[in-house]
């Protein structure tokens, strides 16, 4: 009886597997933004090394949600391997390079599994996806404007000194607007 009742699948098999495909993404932006803060916190940049370990934890948190929805659609969800994260970066402009080139990377597959959906058809997973497409648009923008910081201040050793007192009101004042 339990089989009868159940679905095999509610998802069309491409869009299961660009989801699995997503929650390894995420993981693997997890890994990195652990990393990014190591290398912040290991040159005194505590207030970055706390933005990166946040920036980890929220991707964690998405992976989560992806990884839930498959669940919940009775679905075959993929735990993924994680690859080696970047440890070496030439300076601390370079960490926020590599964050926005990696939330530009995420909002492209955003867009993508947005796009399958409606080509499949798929309305309620393009509904969930709707947080997500939000999220990047957030996401990105905390990216840039973290990277204006040093076009405003520069990359002196003052300036970095003031992009460390900042950089985490570039969260929360992007929360706010």
Request: charged share 35%; aromatic share 10%.
């Amino acid at each position: 009886m339990k089989d009868i009742l159940r679905r095999h699948s509610v998802l069309k098999d491409e869009v299961v597997d660009i989801i699995n495909k997503q929650v390894q993404m995420e993981a693997q932006s997890s890994a990195a933004y652990l990393a990014m803060a190591a290398w912040c916190d290991v040159r005194g940049y505590d207030n970055c090394a706390e933005f990166f370990f946040k920036q980890s934890d929220q991707e964690r948190e998405h992976q989560m949600k992806f990884f839930k929805y498959l669940v919940d659609m009775e679905c075959d969800a993929i735990s993924p391997a994680v690859g080696e994260s970047q440890h070496e970066f030439e300076k601390l402009r370079s960490v926020f390079e590599k964050a926005l080139e990696m939330e530009i990377a995420v909002t492209d597959s955003i867009h993508d599994m947005v796009r399958l959906c409606r080509k499949v058809g798929d309305l309620a997973t393009e509904e969930f996806l709707r947080w997500f497409v939000q999220e990047q648009i957030e996401e990105e923008y905390v990216s840039r404007r973290c990277l204006e910081l040093f076009d405003v201040l520069g990359e002196d050793k003052i300036a970095l000194g003031m992009i460390e007192e900042r950089i985490l009101d570039v969260k929360y004042d992007a929360a706010e607007g």
